[in-house]
């Protein structure tokens, strides 16, 4: 029946607006005149019933009918308001409240609304001007609305306490103080764009974009989320996508002042990366680490493209041989990025060069596992290889030359190296002495024998077997090494030492090898 008056009302009201009669359609000879006070209290009625049922959105229809039936009824305000505070739509609701007060000054209920939805927005100031005035026109009721007063004080708390966190950059502190705070202020778009804000500073960005796009879906041109999705799209490397954003904000609110400084950031962030790339570019790497060093102050915050930063100084440092300096670089860049597959390449190169073989296979090993590639096992392979290679003796450290040392410059050291070592030399010092210039000398021999054989040390290059890897090779006799090389078993080796000890053997040597 409601329904009915309704669509009847309405249609007498187009027709009216037109000039014409409903005379022409329906007879109304018998029809009894419109009760709009009664209809409308049914509809209020029928929005009461939904209401207790938790169906708001039929409930605001409802009240609406009323409403456009009786628009001058405070109480119907009052309802709508009410259910649109259960749907968190509190901006509709202050505004059926304001009216519900402007139709009903004496409406303590919407008096109250008012304040609970500018406190739901946020709006703390606006909250306590209208719990002030209500106060001063209704004295009898102070009970009523304290518990308002006391969650304005609050959240005046909370605010000044995340503010405080925030200058400390504890942004943990910050996220957490603010999710407390949108308990009791559910509505607050400062309270929300701050804590994603905040969720970004913590390279959160998933959550972070997530918080920015549901305030988005309620108002597109929110600045505070079209910042936060910027900052998000800045800190994960993003520039050029970041600088549109905060370009946005600013048409949007041209006083930004955030997003002014993001876009200056994101300039000079770019501006002087690419020129410390082209320094390394051009050799001039000493310029190249000066620049870098430069764009890593620009945004601390920035961790992706710091990390990259970092591994372009491990870069320059590894073409400068200063492999100390670019492992720092590396350990700097892989703590902002643990994913970034580049640093740890260029950290297992380090820790190969630096004779770190069991932290390069460690780097090598978990490098395989992110990318499951030819290029990542055949990585792995080579470190487990270097690895088994280095617990050998070093031949190449024995004898005291490099590993690209030439036949020559290989002999040159077997002969320094001898010499320095052999025996005699060491005839008259303590028993200790004496046995480590044994050991010595017969590694020295042991290093020879196989750098001095080209298919020995091409095998021995390769990481392959050669007798005993660990121990060095058996059945050497240095001093058959030694005579050869100086000249035969003629005595030759009298010209280098004089003397000898008790025991010795006509050619001067004491000892003999297993």
């Given at each position: 029946a409601t329904l009915l008056y309704t669509i009847k009302f309405e249609l007498s009201v187009v027709m009216s607006e037109n000039g014409d009669s409903d005379d022409h359609f329906m007879d109304t000879s018998d029809q009894p005149p419109r009760d709009l006070e009664?209809?409308?209290?049914?509809?209020?009625?029928?929005?009461?019933?939904?209401?207790?049922?938790?169906?708001?959105?039929?409930?605001?229809?409802?009240?609406?009918?009323?409403?456009?039936?009786?628009?001058?009824?405070?109480?119907?305000?009052?309802?709508?308001?009410?259910a649109y505070m259960m749907i968190n739509n509190y901006l509709n609701a202050l505004e059926d409240s304001t009216?519900?007060?402007?139709?009903?000054?004496?409406?303590?209920?919407?008096?109250?609304?008012?304040?609970?939805?500018?406190?739901?927005?946020?709006?703390?100031?606006?909250?306590?001007?209208s719990l002030e005035d209500l106060k001063s026109r209704d004295t009898s009721n102070s009970a009523s609305y304290a518990s308002e007063t006391t969650t304005i004080n609050r959240l005046r708390e909370m605010e000044a306490s995340a503010e405080k966190d925030m200058n400390k950059s504890d942004y943990r502190k910050v996220v957490y103080v603010?999710?407390?705070?949108?308990?009791?202020?559910?509505?607050?778009?400062?309270?929300?764009?701050?804590?994603?804000?905040?969720?970004?500073?913590?390279?959160?960005?998933?959550?972070?974009?997530?918080?920015?796009?549901?305030?988005?879906?309620?108002?597109?041109l929110d600045a505070g989320a079209l910042y936060v999705k910027g900052l998000c799209l800045f800190?994960?490397?993003?520039?050029?996508?970041?600088?549109?954003?905060?370009?946005?904000?600013?048409?949007?609110?041209?006083?930004?002042?955030?997003?002014?400084?993001?876009?200056?950031?994101v300039k000079e962030l770019e501006g002087t990366k690419q020129k410390g790339n082209a320094a390394f570019t051009s050799g001039n790497n000493e310029e190249a680490l000066k620049l870098y060093k430069a764009a890593l102050l620009i945004c601390p915050n920035n961790k992706l493209t710091n990390a990259k930063l970092h591994g372009n100084l491990a870069a320059v440092h590894m073409k400068l041989k200063n492999y100390e300096e670019a492992l720092k670089a590396c350990n700097a860049a892989i703590g902002l990025d643990d994913h970034y597959i580049k640093a740890y390449i260029r950290r297992v190169v380090c820790y190969q060069e630096l004779d770190m073989h069991e932290e390069a296979v460690r780097d090598a090993d978990k490098l395989?596992?992110?990318?499951?590639?030819?290029?990542?096992?055949?990585?792995?392979?080579?470190?487990?290889?270097?690895?088994?290679?280095?617990?050998r003796k070093d031949y190449y450290k024995i004898l005291g030359c490099s590993r690209s040392a030439t036949e020559d410059e290989i002999k040159k050291a077997y002969k320094k190296a001898a010499l320095k070592h052999h025996p005699d030399?060491?005839?008259?010092?303590?028993?200790?002495?004496?046995?480590?210039?044994?050991?010595?000398?017969?590694?020295?021999?042991?290093?020879?024998?196989?750098?001095?054989?080209?298919?020995?040390?091409?095998?021995?290059?390769?990481?392959?077997?050669l007798d005993?890897?660990?121990g060095g090779m058996h059945n050497v006799d240095p001093t058959?090494?030694?005579?050869?090389?100086?000249?035969?078993?003629g005595g030759g080796h009298n010209q280098f030492f004089t003397g000898g000890r008790a025991g010795s053997s006509h050619n001067g040597f004491t000892f003999s090898f297993g």
């Open positions: 009664r209809e409308a209290e049914d509809a209020k009625e029928q929005g009461n019933s939904a209401y207790k049922l938790k169906d708001y959105y039929r409930a605001i229809k409802c009240y609406t009918n009323a409403i456009n039936l009786q628009p001058e009824k405070a109480a119907y305000y009052g309802n709508r308001a009410a009216k519900s007060v402007e139709k009903d000054p004496n409406f303590f209920k919407g008096s109250l609304r008012v304040i609970k939805c500018y406190i739901a927005l946020g709006n703390l100031t606006a909250a306590s001007r603010l999710d407390r705070a949108l308990e009791m202020a559910p509505a607050c778009t400062h309270y929300k764009s701050r804590r994603a804000e905040c969720l970004a500073l913590l390279g959160r960005y998933n959550e972070a974009q997530e918080s920015s796009n549901e305030m988005l879906r309620v108002n597109s800190y994960q490397d993003q520039l050029d996508k970041a600088r549109q954003h905060f370009l946005q904000v600013l048409r949007v609110d041209p006083d930004h002042s955030k997003a002014r400084v993001a876009i200056k950031d395989h596992n992110m990318e499951h590639s030819r290029e990542s096992k055949q990585r792995l392979r080579d470190a487990n290889n270097k690895l088994k290679m280095s617990k030399r060491h005839s008259h010092g303590t028993e200790e002495e004496r046995s480590q210039a044994e050991k010595q000398f017969k590694e020295v021999g042991e290093a020879y024998a196989v750098l001095s054989d080209p298919n020995k040390k091409m095998r021995y290059d390769n990481g392959e077997d005993d890897p660990m058959q090494i030694f005579q050869t090389f100086f000249g035969g078993a």
